[in-house]
């Protein structure tokens, strides 16, 4: 393990070179350029707040405020944005890099890395206008940012971990890649992002209690509708699981590495 943070290090500037031409490349052409990072989950929030707020009369239990569904919205679907960004970026990564592997010697470790780091930089991208319109709305406090960094890095580690996995079995196996994408949207809606969590029937509750992103994106909740402290005992369970992702995707990619290329 400690080998592989050497390998990372010496290669930082290969990782950090790699994500500014990716942002440059996806942007360039286009003309409303980053602008349409922000759209897509604006629109989004949006339609949710709609359909849901409004239509639905959906109410949050404990919490009052003419914006308190909006930022409920905005915490979820703006973390959910992360995890799912990372876990299909890095579902397909290399396959999508195949030239890139066979053409030059580098890490193939560091693929995954630059996917994920491009990943929060969009996030942050992102999350820097929620905490404008929670400034505007004078709902902003800045210890929230402080008590979601645990809960973020703990996100983070769990999906880079099953996205390693995910990818490695993708170069074998090329209908993970379609699984994936019907995955996440089940999982989307297996998730309290858009509906409260208390409006379902206490089975339902108790099945979302296995669901790793159900709990983070609650504590994130926790967080910014009812200025609570997050649930230690909880979200260390999906740390331990995030961990064992790791460990196993990196194992998976010190066995095939070279077999990967070869089925490239």
């Given amino acids: 393990m400690k080998s592989l943070f050497i390998i990372l290090y010496n290669y930082r500037w290969f990782i950090l070179g790699s994500i500014k031409r990716e942002f440059q490349i996806k942007y360039r052409t286009s003309m409303l350029g980053a602008m349409w990072l922000i759209l ?29 569904y909006s930022i409920y919205l905005c915490v979820g ?109 089940f999982w989307f809606w297996f998730t309290p992002i858009v509906y409260v969590l208390d409006a379902l029937p206490e089975s339902a509750r108790d099945f979302l209690n296995y669901n790793p992103l159900a709990i983070l994106i609650e504590n994130y909740q926790l967080i910014y509708i009812h200025q609570s402290s997050i649930q230690w005992d909880r979200i260390t369970t999906v740390l331990v699981v995030g961990i064992i992702l790791c460990i196993v995707g990196f194992k998976l990619f010190r066995k095939h590495s070279s077999d990967m290329v070869d089925e490239l």
């Fill in 40 to 68: 897509q989950p604006l629109a989004m929030i949006l339609v949710y707040t709609l359909v849901f707020s409004q239509v639905m009369k959906t109410r949050l239990p404990g919490a009052s405020g003419v914006y308190t």
């Fill in 77 to 185: 679907i703006i973390t959910w944005g992360l995890f799912a960004e990372i876990v299909t970026r890095c579902t397909n990564i290399f396959i999508e890099s195949a030239g890139l592997l066979k053409k030059l010697s580098f890490p193939r470790i560091c693929l995954p890395l630059i996917v994920t780091l491009s990943a929060i930089v969009n996030f942050l991208i992102i999350f820097s206008l929620f905490i404008i319109f929670l400034i505007l709305s004078n709902n902003f406090h800045p210890i929230n940012l402080l008590q979601m960094i645990p809960v973020l890095i703990i996100q983070i580690i769990f999906a880079l971990g099953l996205g390693m996995i995910l990818g490695i079995l993708n170069v074998f196996f090329r209908d993970v890649g379609q699984f994936v994408g019907i995955l996440l949207q």
